[in-house]
């Protein structure tokens, strides 16, 4: 089971003097359970790349599959499958906290599931798991107007009304950002939870380079509407050149890391704080 | 001896929400900002950074407590638009901020309403955009332009105020790495070639090792100021704090607890290098 991308290409405004290629024969295939992060520079396609997943927009040319139904099937026959295949798929887009709306926390989040038709019983259960996911305690929060929570807090509700459609793929785009470290920590943390616990997938875009590095499984770094490079961040990133051409530095850790390497401190790159001050620890140790 | 460009006294602010009782989102504020200084504030969601930015420049009054301005008490409603044009005010978000279908029209837009003669706007205009690198934007459409470049206009629009201090309130949370660069770069460049007043929010740490004084803010109140080495020196209550300190710090910090022995101070990669150079490995 994956989402599968295939040779899709995208213009907006097709046609008019505004038209702009934004998506150019992109195929990716994003395996269930995987963590995908979606990198790039403002306007190299990562948004619009990603709303193709769910079907928000529908490729110029080329195809879309959400475990093997084809998202472009507009016949009779395919409807009922087609809608299936978007629900797989949940999307959680920058600020989503400026998409609430309801009377109170547990109102908002039950919003996806009752317009999915599931009994109300179903519906405080998804809930009660979905705040629990993204760690807000139901007995707190769950009469709370969600205006007046805090922003970190904010987002969770509306990322909780997204899980509780209690999609296979999650789709959020730059989920962090304006949080505090503390709040982007404990975001980024429950996100992985939900992957360990759940199997969900998880595709989230960042500009985060560190974030992707100790994250994600597979990157996806775009430039142009094209996908330039995808792999383990780890050899990704090490193709400094190209990051650069793509308006993007290493993480920071890779960059400390190489710079002791280059004064004779490291004898090989590390990636991750624990390694290097373990490593460095070590050898600074026995010189003594 | 100059006076100080912004004097906070007892500063607190009570926003009153729906249901009658009040939220003090600053209590008790007490900071002053030089001319010439270069601060950041760094904080939590909540903690009161933008309440504290929007006094600078009047956008918010003290519910009690004194804020003057260059001399002017911020209560004065007579002299609010010469305290606006002291203190300009950049917004995280670069979409919410610019007003005209063309740059230099957006940069034009504050001295035109101050009644500014034609001829001195084209030159502050031109002169402006040179000062953030965007001159050659000058006729685009802002919608057109990277979110970087657009903070830039922003910058530019205040500095076509004449303004002696810049109030930017996490102006680079939504741009990608690039235009993050490219504002605190420009942000830096204006505070060190004129001499500009700069109150910088963020929640980059590594953006924040620039500044000439750091102030911390918790729950409406400031609760630790001092230089990018003290504050980041002290690994603990940062994070106890929920915030974070530069990479280079907390790997020498780290290093420090295993019994390596490394000057304070340490905050870049290269600060990190230097110190270890007296140690020979093998």
Known sequence: MSIEVSHVSYTYMPGTPLSRQALDDVSAVIPEGSVTAVAGHTGSGKSTFIQHLNGLLKPYTGKVFVDGTDLGDRSKKGKRALVQARRKVGMVFQYPEQQLFEETVAKDIAFGPRSLGLGESEIDERVKRAMDAVGLAYDEFADKPPFRLSGGQMRRVAIAGVLALEPAYLVLDEPTAGLDPRSREELLQQMMRLHRKQHTAIIFVSHHMDDIL??????????????????????VFMQTELLKECGLRPPRIMELSSELCRAGYLSQMVYTEKELVDVLGRRLRDAR | MQEPLIVMQDVSHVFQADDGVGKAALSHVDLTVKRGEFVTVLGRNGSGKS???????????????????????????????????????????????????????????????????????????????????MEHFRHCAPHLLSGGQKQRVAIAGALAMQTECLVLDEPTAMLDPQGRAEVLRTVCRLHEERGLTVVYITHFMEEATVADRIVVMDQGQICRAGTPKEIFGDVKSMDELGLSVPLAARVAFDLRRKGVKLPAGILTDTDLVQALEGYHVH
């Open chain 2, 51 to 133: 309440t504290l930015a929007r006094h600078c420049n009047a956008l918010l009054l003290p519910t009690s407590g004194h804020c003057v301005v260059a001399g002017m008490d911020t209560r004065e409603e007579k002299d609010l638009w010469k305290i606006r044009s002291h203190v300009g005010m950049v917004f995280q978000n670069p979409d919410n901020q610019l007003v005209a279908a063309v740059v230099e029209d957006d940069v034009a837009f504050g001295p035109e309403n101050l009644g500014v003669p034609p001829q001195e706007i084209r030159s502050r205009v031109h002169e402006s955009l040179e000062a953030v690198g």
């Open chain 1, 214 to 235: 100790r994250l994600a499984d597979t990157m996806l770094l775009f430039r142009d509407g094209k996908i330039a490079a995808k792999g383990a961040p780890r050899e």
